[in-house]
């Protein structure tokens, strides 16, 4: 085995529609957030778009006070994903 497959920071694909980096899988993407001490607020958090990704990321406020669940953000995101597509 190569040295990347020990290192979960050097294991993600580019998410052209989130514009985040897609861990493959949670555990990774919490490895990584380990590795950002001084920032709060970092979660990881199931890609809207492609399945089977996970994205590092600030919660959008909305979610954090409650204005929104996170139904209504995924069906936010899809929406945008078929707005995109057209």
Same mark, same amino acid.
């Given at each position: 085995? #190569? =040295?990347?497959?020990?290192?979960?920071?050097?294991?993600? &694909?580019?998410?052209?529609w989130c514009h985040h980096r897609g861990y493959h899988s949670r555990t *990774?993407?919490?490895? +990584? /957030?380990?590795r950002h001490p001084g920032e709060k607020g970092l979660a990881v958090f +199931?890609?809207? %778009? #492609? &399945? $089977?990704?996970? %994205?590092?990321?600030?919660?959008?406020?909305?979610? =954090? =006070?409650?204005?929104? *669940?996170? %139904?209504?953000?995924? %069906? !936010?995101? +899809? /929406? #945008?994903?078929? $707005?995109? !597509?057209?």
């Amino acid at each position: 085995m #190569t =040295s990347r497959a020990h290192n979960p920071a050097a294991r993600w &694909t580019f998410c052209h529609w989130c514009h985040h980096r897609g861990y493959h899988s949670r555990t *990774d993407a919490k490895a +990584v /957030r380990k590795r950002h001490p001084g920032e709060k607020g970092l979660a990881v958090f +199931v890609c809207p %778009h #492609t &399945t $089977g990704l996970f %994205h590092l990321g600030h919660r959008p406020e909305a979610l =954090s =006070s409650g204005r929104i *669940d996170r %139904h209504r953000l995924r %069906h !936010q995101a +899809v /929406r #945008t994903e078929r $707005g995109h !597509q057209r």
